[in-house]
């Protein structure tokens, strides 16, 4: 008997020892785990909480979500004015200018650091950091990341009627509402005009809603056309999607109607003009208002005062040839890219200058 109790006392001890050398595993916030995403393409970025980053990628028809660690924060932004970032870019790549293409653009709400994805001509996609005036590399290799495959999408090598292929526009905008990401874009259902609602942390569920609009510059009901971007906000104290498409109408989506598998038509506020492509949407604070701020390919920077958009209750459902519903301005900023909020009252845009620069730089509400 003592001679068990001898021989269960030295395994016991020599259990004990193997358990204090084995790594303690520690679990990584938001069910991610350490590794290198497989990102074919960056079609669009949003932050969430706490400083992780949502990638969306069209040609692999998922949406990955990366911890950057990046969540010191910074309570007061300073203007980034950057000349030739473009060139800057390319030299940091060790390419020319010629060979890169600006995806998309996103500031971390917390630090106020400036993300920004590139695409060389190998379509390799790279993710770069503004910081002060710097820009660094971030690497998408051995990361904190979780991702989520997208449903019903178009295949690889389908096109469309002018040969375009379908699975770019797979994601055409991201935003983050209330715990879930939110993925505008095309499915391949027959109303394929698709907002996907997926919760974060990542699981099994993402929800599609079809989208419907009428498009008065075209004379029309749509369904086929993607959002081309939009953001969230509260009008007459409702929670709604604000989107907008090519040839520029401005559209209403009640968010609580916006339920899995449901069909809903939205309400058009305002056409904008035809001939036109919106880039990218948000809110900013002004003399105490709110306003709605769009970039667009072929005219300068929309801006819509919330009150205005509030008071027109009506939907527009004829054919327009100009513009209609309600009124903007337009602020002195032309050739613009892309464009987000730094904080509440400034915003910071890629710029193509008359002298043919392309330049990074900070307005305020003493600018516009």
């Known amino acids: ?138 690497p998408l290799k051995d990361v904190n990341y979780s991702s989520i495959a997208l449903n019903d999408v178009y295949a690889e090598d389908a096109k469309d009627a002018r040969g375009r292929p379908m699975r770019a526009s797979t994601i055409s905008d991201m935003g983050f509402y209330d715990g879930k990401v939110l993925v505008s874009g095309l499915s391949n259902k027959e109303f394929s005009s698709t907002l996907r609602s997926i919760p974060f942390p990542f699981g099994n569920v993402q929800d599609e809603s079809s989208l419907e609009i009428y498009h008065a510059s075209h004379g029309r009901y749509e369904t086929t056309s993607p959002i081309r971007t939009f953001t969230t906000g509260k009008i007459n104290g409702k929670d709604y999607l604000i989107a907008s498409y090519t040839c520029t109408p401005l559209v209403l989506f009640p968010l609580d109607e916006l339920k899995p598998g449901m069909h809903v038509k939205g309400r058009t506020v305002s056409e904008m003009g035809s001939g036109n492509t919106p880039i990218d949407m948000t809110t900013i604070q002004k003399n105490g208002e709110t306003f709605l701020v769009m970039a667009n390919t072929a005219r300068a920077i929309s801006e819509v005062n919330y009150k205005n958009i509030a008071a027109f209750e009506g939907t527009l459902t004829e054919r327009v040839a100009g513009k209609a519903g309600t009124p903007y301005v337009e602020l002195p900023y032309s050739n613009v890219s892309q464009m987000d909020k730094l904080d509440n009252t400034h915003l910071i845009m890629i710029q193509k200058q008359a002298n043919g620069d392309v330049n990074l730089l900070t307005a305020n509400d003493t600018n516009y």
Do not use: C, H, W
């Open 1 to 138: 008997m003592k001679k068990n109790l001898f021989f269960s006392a030295i395994l016991l001890a020599a259990l004990a020892m193997i358990a204090a050398k084995k790594p303690v595993t520690m679990s990584l916030p938001y069910g991610m785990a350490k590794g290198s995403p497989e990102i074919k393409s960056i079609s669009a970025l949003t932050f969430g909480k706490d400083g992780i980053l949502f990638i969306g990628d069209s040609r692999g028809a998922s949406v990955i979500a990366i911890d950057t660690k990046d969540v010191k924060k910074n309570d007061k932004a300073t203007a980034t004015d950057i000349t030739g970032i473009d060139v800057k870019i390319a030299t940091s790549l060790g390419t020319q200018k010629e060979n890169i293409t600006i995806t998309d653009m996103a500031v971390n709400p917390l630090s106020k650091k400036v993300y920004i994805a590139v695409q060389g001509t190998d379509g390799t996609p790279v993710l770069l950091v503004v910081d002060n005036g710097n820009i660094t590399n971030f």
